[in-house]
């Protein structure tokens, strides 16, 4: 896979990179991925709050096509917060705002215009706790196809099978398919969610510590399916979990968080960003090197 | 201390014997003033004072203004639980709700005054015009406004413990409000609305004064069909005019029918509220 | 797309992403759910709103006129002189029996379940059902309970159809609903607080006086107030224990009585005499409105108990 070269190519030369808060704007020789692919997500300044209260801030940065990258940090550092701002999810609080911008392709989705269901359909989401609905496997993997108006049993029968070999559940679950999804193991589980992302066909999958339910066997499945997934998704994703951090992504972000003076309250903001070897072997910033040396969190 | 309190517990149990044996020894004192003469269960109409006990005039009367009320509380209910649950703010919410509460609080009585005084003669005379200004559409409505913040309360409760991660992850493929709505939540809420459902059919069967006021007959009629236009007897309706005046003697098989009514009535509504029950659980169980 | 330069790459782009995400489709459903949302709410609100325009527009030039006077008068024949004096002292007696009988009974019986019983044991479950499916018996069935067990066994003691009478059937009435109302605030305390109790050596009922007991207290105080405005609202077992309309002693415990929902169900049902000023149905207008205030009052302190205590409860 060529994936899996380029990224030991980023170990080869990883410490020579030039400075990642500004990735690829002046790409190195040589790094083919990270000079074509395209800038998925371009997050500029910023922050969420809910009411007066800043839950994360100064947010700036890039994701690009066909890589993983991860967020990291410490509880209540704001990074599952600003997750969900790359599809709106956070629209469903009502005390929820945003400030600055995230574009998308170009496109701010914050922008009255945009038509966050459509928003959704693009860019889909793996949550923490695996969230089958109480249907059967099949409805739950059909569940996207047919808010499309996919409606011919054939067609169905055909998203489906896809979707689950494409998140490797499918030997599993081929014959029984007729059974509650709440069936399954949780590991199978988190699967079946991630079946039922892809079956809609997004460009995006963010996913929200999509193994902290998970014994380390699901957790590796759900890792290696990342790694297979990453030629045809953007995939963003936040972790507790360093080592997986390390394992899977080709870049993160680390986040902190620092008290306010005024109200004794923590807002989250974005420390370093980078390349995930340079983060872990040499990062820029101290809070960074204590957090992923373990002194720290 | 305990056995004060265990006490407590216990005669919770004996009034439910109590209400068992009160009505069973009164049902069977009705069967024996009648003789076993069950012809008399099923003769035209209710005439208690000819001893006609026709079962079917008051069945088919709690029947149909139990189904009227359903009518009227089932989409007024239902609405009002989604409405809150999934669509009002917050702050809409904390307005709304405790005004539905109020209306939980109205006496079944001023109801009944209700009906009498303005939904039997403005609404329901003058857009259908039935024979009798008091009749079982005008009582099926008034008993339906009594019966709405039950349906309400419980699916409003079924509904909000459908967990929020079901609702993200109908989102999180680009559905819309409405279809996680309809898709997702009010399925996943289904043996809650069922119950709630259930509980209040029993509670509109059990419904007694707007019944008594405004059905119609004063304590004896004929059977007069299916029309809910008509006027109609319900189960609760004639016991309570089973008792009659304040002067009435007690015994007599026109009197006594009362226990025997009051058997079926308890038997229909436990077994509903039994039944109920069990659904209420099993959406626990579920989350 | 290894062709295009990335930011050429990144402008095609950007224009089929944004056509697509901001694509205007007319949310058809999702509107007309809204619609049938608002509606059902609307009716809801107006059938409350329609009830007490009535009451209050029936009953007003009765009031206006007569005042207190209404209030405190007996009632009667004639519908110029009545009063409901005798009815309210029937439901105030309903309301203090279901206070010192029901109350102390189903929070008994609400300690008992909680803290004390074992939840398995087959005899307590089968107490749970059991008040469960009391809490669903139609009141009228209460009446015929009532009738035989207070105004026929324990005549000596109430008096046959009395006030004590109809107020003990509204207290076995109200009693699931305390129970349960009662259980569900004593299992909202957490189970930190005993274990608090029990480790300075206090014993299981000096745990439950000083710690779960005022803990549980707003909540059980709710439920309290809820079941008395059940309580005084209704009236089809009254009818069945025999409540009367007609000539009465004022204010016996013992005697006959009536009370404020049986003076509305008359009332509405006579007709106006001639020569009078005021209809039956306003009287029962005016009746219905200090019934209603009453009951709004007890129910408005439950919403105010409960909120105050879940504010309480989500600020720790």
Known sequence: MSNVSDRIGFLERGLDMSDALKPAVHPTAGETSERTAEVVFDLQ??????????????????????????????SGCGKTTMLRCFNRMNDFIPTARVEGKVLYHGVDLYDPAVNSTE???????????????????????????????????????????????GAALW?????????????????????????????VEPDVILMDEPCSALDPIATGRIEELMAEMKTDYTIVIVTHNMQQAARVSDRTAFFTTEINPDSDRRTGILVEYDRTDKIFSNPADQRTEDYVTGRFG | MRLLFQGAAITTMVISALIFFVLARGAISFLVQI????????????????????????????????????????????????????YARPGVRRVLKPIIEVLAGVPSVIV???????????????????????????????????????????????????????????????????????????????SGLVAAFIIATSRAIGETMVATMAGGFDGSGPFTGYSPLESGLTMTAAMTNAVGGTDQDVGGASFE???????????????LNVFGDRLVKRIRHRY | MALMTPSRAGEAAAETVRAGITKKDRDVAGI????????????????????????VSESASLLSARGLDFVTSPIGSDPDKIGIWSGLFGTIVIGVMVLVVAIPMGVAAAIYLEEYAHHESRLNRMIMVNIRNLAGVPAVIYGVLGFIIFTQWLSPITGGKSAIAAGLTMAVLVLPIVVITSMEAIRAVPSGLRDAGYGVGASRWETIRDHVLPYAAPGILTGTVLSIARALGEAAPLIIIGAVTGLLPETSLTGFFSAVPILIFQWTGRSQPPNSEFAFTESAAAAGLVLLIIVFFFNAAAIYLRNRFERKRSGQ
């Open chain 1, 171 to 199: 030997d599993e679950v081929k014959d029984r398919l007729k059974e509650s999804g709440l069936g399954l193991s949780g590991g199978q589980q988190q699967r079946l969610c991630i079946a039922r992302a892809i079956a």
């Open chain 3, 32 to 55: 007309a759910m809204l619609i049938g949302l608002l509606l059902a709410m609307i009716l809801t609100l107006l059938a409350l709103f329609a009830l007490l325009a009535q009451v």
């Open chain 1, 119 to 165: 928003v959704r359909r693009r860019i889909g989401m793996v949550f923490q706790k695996p969230n089958p609905f109480p249907k059967s496997i099949y409805d739950n993997v059909a569940y996207g196809p047919r808010l499309l108006g996919v409606k011919k049993r054939s067609q169905l029968d055909e998203v489906v099978e896809r979707s689950l070999q």
């Open chain 2, 112 to 190: 009944g005054y209700f009906v009498l005084r303005f939904i039997a003669p403005d609404l329901v005379a003058n857009i259908f015009q039935p024979t009798n200004v008091r009749n079982m559409l005008a009582a099926g409505i008034g008993i339906g406004i009594l019966v709405i913040p039950i349906m309400a309360s419980i699916s409003e409760d079924a509904l909000r413990a459908v967990p929020d991660a079901l609702r993200e992850a109908s989102y999180g493929v680009g559905a819309r409000k409405v279809t996680t709505v309809t898709k997702v939540v009010i399925p996943g809420a289904i």
């Open chain 2, 35 to 86: 003789d076993w003469d069950l012809s008399k269960l099923s003769d035209t109409g209710w005439f208690p004072r000819r001893e006609r006990f026709d079962l079917r005039t008051i069945i088919v009367g709690s029947v149909i203004m139990g189904s009227v009320a359903m009518l009227v509380a089932v989409p007024l209910g239902l609405g009002v639980a989604v409405y809150l649950s999934e």
């Open chain 1, 45 to 74: 300044q910023l922050s969420v709050l809910y009411g007066d209260f800043r839950a994360v801030r100064d947010g700036t940065l890039q994701i690009r096509d066909q890589q993983i990258t991860a967020f990291i940090g410490p």
């Open chain 2, 257 to 271: 029918v009362l226990y025997f009514v009051g058997m079926l009535l308890f038997l229909i509504t436990i077994t």
